[in-house]
């Protein structure tokens, strides 16, 4: 029994609709992620926090800037190490949201538009930060805090000075 033309073409169709929206996913940025602040009730000595530790809007973006710094931020929730670069991140946030893109991946629901971010920059280990100046050129890519002591800004600050 063959298909019918109806059948094929809204099968078309909707194949049509998936792809343009991967690609509008994928190939246009979206507005970056804003208001960026930290999830209540993290804990920063111990895994039990069960919230991802950013919050903000448009934390679905995937984008990279092509104009200024990205610098994208990977990490899940019950994850003590996790909690603290996000306070790190967060804390320097209003100081450079209007020099660098920031993109925030939570692992564990990560957007459509995340995931080329996710197979080029994460290699498996939380907190990851990849930093992309306003060239393209990756000026750093590493997993781990960038500090031992928490709240301490420094390091991750030089970096995004950096980057801009």
Not at 42 to 51: E, H, R, W
Not at 78 to 106: G, H, M, S
């Amino acid at each position: 029994m063959r298909p019918k033309i109806g059948t094929l073409a809204l099968a078309a169709s909707i194949a049509a609709a998936l792809i343009f929206g991967v690609v509008m996913a994928t190939e246009i940025p979206g507005p970056p992620a804003a208001d960026l602040k930290l999830a209540p009730d993290l804990s920063f000595s111990d895994d039990s926090s069960p919230n991802f530790p950013i919050e903000g809007k448009n934390l679905s973006d995937g984008s990279v800037a092509a104009d200024h710094a990205t610098v994208i931020f990977f990490g899940t929730a019950n994850c003590w190490n996790t909690a603290r670069e996000a306070e790190r991140l967060v804390q320097l946030y209003p100081r450079y949201k209007d020099k660098i893109r920031f993109v925030v991946v939570d692992l564990r629901s990560p957007s459509l538009a995340q995931q080329p971010l996710i197979a080029r920059y994460y290699h498996g280990y939380i907190p990851t930060i990849a930093v992309i100046d306003s060239t393209g050129n990756l000026l750093y890519d590493r997993a781990g805090e960038t500090a031992s002591d928490r709240g301490d800004t420094s390091n991750l600050q030089k970096l995004l000075d950096s980057a801009h």
